[in-house]
């Protein structure tokens, strides 16, 4: 017997229509002799629908009660495959994360998933049930419920599947695998027949919406077979593997891109040390991720402190920045919501220089200027204005031969 952990986005049950070739799919499983356990986000639309209705209540909603809110949306999916699939003569059981003891830290809204007790799920499928579990969601250890952030029921599923550990996690989306790049913005872009988790991890936490960054995480840590399939068609989707070794070795195997962080920059900072501690210190203790940073000293013996974070804590960051400049004697807070973050991700880059100055000429053959840069051993991102988003990702794509087939290694040997 062979246990399978099927995940199924938002666009996969968004209707009636959808959910029943889902419970077909889940019953062909089944019939194929697997265990089978099924994650389910909410209908697509359902999660930003009940977000809106907390914020035309409140513009500040309390992040206890906008959980409870939002896991009603992955509630209604469960039950309503959980139905399909009884209609089909299949004996299935939806539960919620916190009824199979999906237990989370208490930071609401992006808690991150501490265990799972797995016994009332495998018990279930002892007794040759399917079980249904709704994904984004937990409970703290006072049983408040909580969820896992945008797109987190990935995570749910590749948790459910290394803790039960299943023989493949099965991610099943409305595109049929990992592109080279969002193929909505870029036609051009191919589909992957694998990628290694370290890439896949880089491309998710660099804004790729197709796997939430947390779930690839837990797939490197507890070595999980995960695969990214579609829902509308069969094919083989796009293996995310866990060994370089054995793979033609590319120079560039995507680009992401991330319209959602925000820019803020401190200015006059008295240049002494505890500075940046002090700034991101108070920004921490607000639960605010923050990403780019930079720091240039100034002539007049003063920094300039520039760091980037998501923008739904644009207004959250800029208060309590406003703040600590008071304190610092800082000159003065600006910042920027309408930045994006472009950047090309490969394990070539590893070996191979030259990258930084392709990447850094298609963007200055299209005239667009570059506000930050940042790198790391397999990735180059760049900040620019975000009205320039689409020109960028489509120009670099090119310039990196993606459409085409992956740039091989050596053919970019020039140093940047
Ligand atoms: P789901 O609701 O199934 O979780 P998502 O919308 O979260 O689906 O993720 C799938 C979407 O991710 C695709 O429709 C595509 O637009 C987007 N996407 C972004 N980058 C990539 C990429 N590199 N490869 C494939 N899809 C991508
Ligand atoms: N429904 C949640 C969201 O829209 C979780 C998910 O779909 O993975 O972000
Ligand atoms: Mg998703």
Redesign the pocket.
Known sequence: MTLIVQK?????VGSIERINAVADRVVRARLAGHDMVVVL?AM?GETNRLLALAHDLHSDPPAREVDVLLATGEQVTIALLSIALAQRGCDARSYTGAQVHIRTDNVHGKARILDIDDARVRDDLRKGRVVVVAGFQGVDEDGNITTLGR?G??TTAVAMAAALKADECQ?????D????????IVPE?RRLECITVEEMLE?ASLG???LQSRSVEFAGKYKVPLRVLSSFDDGPGTLITHEESGMEQVLIS?I?FNRDEAKLTVKGVPDQPGVAYAILGVVADEHINVDMIIQNVGADGTTDFTFTVDRTDYRKATTVLEQIAKKLRAREVTGDDRIAKISVVGVGMRSHTGVASVMFKALADEGINIQMISTSEIKISVVVEEKYLELGVRALHSAFGLEKGQVRTGSVTHSA
């Open positions: 199924f986005g938002g666009t996969s986000s697509s797109g029921s990935d991610i099943y989306t409305d595109v695998g990992v592109y080279t790049t969002d193929p909505r872009a491309l790729a919406k197709v995507g992401a």
